[in-house]
């Protein structure tokens, strides 16, 4: 009888912490955790269900998500011609990453699938094809059969001065943008083709949000709202040096992942004034002379 009464109150119990676990997590006090599963579910095929449960405001409130940017300091610096490249290992108690450290931006190109109209294709490839000393991946793109090389890339990919992608877009229409300028200025924000024009944008794709902009951090509230995962992100120093960051993620015991917050906060440690979030996720990879560094998912 005892044991009968033991079994149905660990019934009772799992039943109770099955059904009161979600509103514990989404109503309860524990931000991080809060935080953590509300940016997962943003993240993922079904944002949606989230706004079922709070507006924007609150999400606002509870993610501390990046604002819109429009305007950025173009700072001046004189370009090195040092083709030095210096890999980095980082790693904490939540992720392992890699930090590749370019002194002249200007080497800095957009590389793409060889028919990017028809067919994806892997950073690895594309770096490959391209000769390219290095590489890390950039732009998002939809990907309808999960291929994982998505052939549809969306908004921007300006090369040498021209559009491959975009080419139909208005000359007024806002546009994320990560790219550089003639001059090896990385240029982050939302900004149209006219001001992208004036900007003299030479390279760059469509993603963000940016991070850092006029040595200024751009979260300073929750952790950017994209929850934990692999991240891949691009930053400038004054001085011109490029950093690319991919940090490892999805992979218990070896790494988690990193927030929106993490990838800033790592880059303006590293003396970064400008920087931007590239796409993340299984996409996240640094090459260098031809080997992977980091463990995508």
Known sequence: MFKKNWVKFIIMVFLFTVV????????????????AVIGAILQS???????????????????????????????????????????????????VGYILEIPDPRRIQVGTAANI??????????????????????????????????????????????YVIGK????????????????????AGNYDKTQLSDMKAMEGITFGPPLIVDGKKMITEGDGGWGVGPRTAIGQKKDGTVLFLVI???QPGYSIGATLRDVQDILFEKGCYIAANLDGG????????GKVENKPV
């Open 282 to 289: 299984s996409s996240s990879l640094c090459t260098l002379n």
């Open 248 to 250: 490892d993620g999805r």
């Open 117 to 162: 109209q028809e067919k994806g294709d892997t950073t690895s490839n594309i770096a490959k094809m391209n000769n390219a000393v290095a590489a890390i991946n950039g732009g998002g793109f939809h990907d309808p059969n999960g291929t994982g090389t998505g052939r549809l890339p969306y908004g921007f990919i300006l090369h040498d001065g021209e």
């Open 20 to 35: 009161t676990s979600p509103f514990v997590v989404l109503f309860g006090p524990f931000n991080n955790v809060k935080r």
């Open 168 to 187: 139909d877009v208005g000359p007024d229409e806002d546009v994320d943008f990560v790219g550089f300028s003639k001059s090896g200025n990385l240029i």
């Open 45 to 95: 095929r079904h944002p949606h269900y989230i706004t079922w449960l709070f507006n924007e405001d609150e999400l606002q409130s509870i993610l501390g998500t990046v604002g819109v940017v429009k305007s950025q300091d173009l700072f001046k610096f004189n370009a090195r011609e040092d083709k030095t490249l210096n890999l980095e290992k980082i790693q904490s108690a939540r992720y």
